[in-house]
């Protein structure tokens, strides 16, 4: 079965300091890749998606990923974190020849101090 | 703005006593999901509608039916709450194009469910 692992459940870092966050997904075909964050109190927002065309995608408030096929991987990076990206991210992935549901990754925590 | 809503945000009920969440969207999207998220966990999906067709993931209780009167509102009835039952209760859509497809899906603010 399609699964997606998220490695790290918390991650606490200071202002300024980057972030990557790893998402790895077991699905051996052509995948549609997300990432969710969901603010404190707040509801499931998409941050960026990759579909096709170029691996590495730009979403919002500085937020990138990078889609690599061989280690069947999207992993999540933003070069300076701010104390307001502290939320919790998750990774979604939807089997291409699907309709379009999607599988969960488990989410990290991502606090950031001032 | 265009949105997805869940009334209530918060509901209350007792073991065994029949609840009914809702979801409405201003989207206008085909595609109707719910989501079950227990703490610390990823959202699972329970079912979803395509237009009017009903899908009911394999691993999804009985307990748990869902209800599509019209492209806008969605409705989650569980038939006899368990403890287990506890969670957040997500409502999301889509603009799904066929098979093979995928978009975007919108979530609402959820539904936390207290099992007394």
């Known amino acids: 079965a399609q699964s997606v692992s998220q490695h790290n459940h918390h991650v606490i870092l200071s202002e300024a300091a980057s972030l990557e966050l790893g998402c790895n997904y077991s699905?051996?075909?052509?995948?549609?890749l997300f990432w969710y964050v969901q603010y404190p109190g707040q509801h499931l927002q998409l941050l960026l998606k990759?579909?096709?065309?170029?691996?590495l995608v730009k979403g919002i408030k500085g937020f990138e990923a990078e889609f690599i096929k061989s280690k069947f991987s999207f992993n999540l990076r933003k070069p300076s974190v701010q104390w307001s990206d502290t939320a919790e991210y998750f990774c979604?992935?939807?089997?291409?020849?699907?309709?379009?549901?999607?599988?969960f990754g488990a989410g990290t925590q991502v606090v950031v101090t001032p | 703005d265009a949105m997805v809503i869940q009334n209530p945000r918060y509901q209350v009920t007792q073991f065994g006593k029949p609840v009914t969440l809702s979801c409405s969207q201003t989207?206008?999207?085909?595609?109707m999901y719910w989501y079950q998220q227990k703490s610390s966990q990823a959202p699972k999906l329970l079912f979803h509608?395509?237009?009017?067709?009903?899908?009911n993931e394999a691993d999804t209780p009985d307990n748990f039916q869902s209800r599509r009167p019209n492209t806008s509102f969605c409705f989650l009835d569980i038939r006899s709450p368990g403890l287990g039952d506890a969670a957040m209760y997500l409502c999301?859509?889509?603009?799904?194009?066929?098979?093979?497809?995928?978009?975007?899906?919108?979530f609402g603010p959820g539904t936390r469910l207290t099992v007394l």
């Open positions: 990759y579909f096709s065309g170029d691996p």
């Open positions: 699905y051996g075909g052509t995948v549609n």
């Open positions: 979604a992935v939807n089997a291409g020849d699907s309709w379009g549901k999607l599988q």
């Open positions: 999301a859509t889509s603009r799904q194009q066929g098979r093979g497809r995928t978009d975007t899906q919108y």
């Open positions: 509608y395509y237009d009017k067709d009903f899908n």
């Open positions: 989207l206008n999207h085909n595609v």
